[in-house]
């Protein structure tokens, strides 16, 4: 179930991909603070690939991800990516520890104990989240039609659904 959510979530991704340009896809958008639809693209994908590479382990810390310029100008590995992080999800539940530092006046790393599932519905809520904003870079730099539930959570969907009936 969550990883047909994740699936349909980079599928909605990929397609809107597909219909910028490279200029578009690399364009400083106003609206997000002079970052680039391939910026945030990036950041999905890293978050991602830093939970299952951080799966044998069993610690995963995302601050300590790579971070791949080259993802946020070619669209077009961005896409590979995506297909190659979901068809890498597939892997059984564990306990985890996500490691990571609050207090940004401290260096002491806080443990909190989690699973790979967990982790896996974390990073699906944040690329939903940068979806929207990738949204907003969309309809600066391009015309393109978006779906309805394009980087929209899906309680949001059917509360609204809910609420229309």
């Known amino acids: 179930m969550l ?10 991704l990929s397609a809107s991909l597909n219909q910028l340009t490279p ?11 002079n970052s680039t639809i391939g910026q945030h693209v990036r950041h999905i994908i890293e978050l991602f690939q830093c939970l299952t590479g951080s799966y044998e382990t ?14 946020e100008n070619n669209k077009e590995l961005a ?12 892997k059984p539940d564990k306990d985890m520890m996500l490691e990571s ?3 940004e006046n401290s260096e002491m790393i806080l443990l909190i104990k989690t699973n790979y599932q967990r982790e896996v519905a974390y990073n699906l809520e944040h690329a939903v989240h940068h979806m929207a904003l990738i949204r907003v870079g969309i309809n600066e730099v391009s015309g393109i039609d978006l779906p309805e539930t394009y980087g929209v959570a899906q309680s949001t969907t059917k509360f609204k659904q809910a609420c229309v009936q």
């Open 58 to 71: 069993g610690k995963v810390n995302y601050e300590k991800r790579e971070r791949d310029a080259e993802i």
């Open 79 to 90: 896409q590979d990516l995506l297909k190659e992080i979901y068809s890498g999800l597939d």
């Open 23 to 33: 200029g578009q896809y690399t364009q400083s958008c106003s609206n997000l603070f």
């Open 101 to 103: 530092i609050y207090d």
């Open 3 to 12: 990883q047909k959510a994740v699936q349909n979530v980079f599928v909605q």
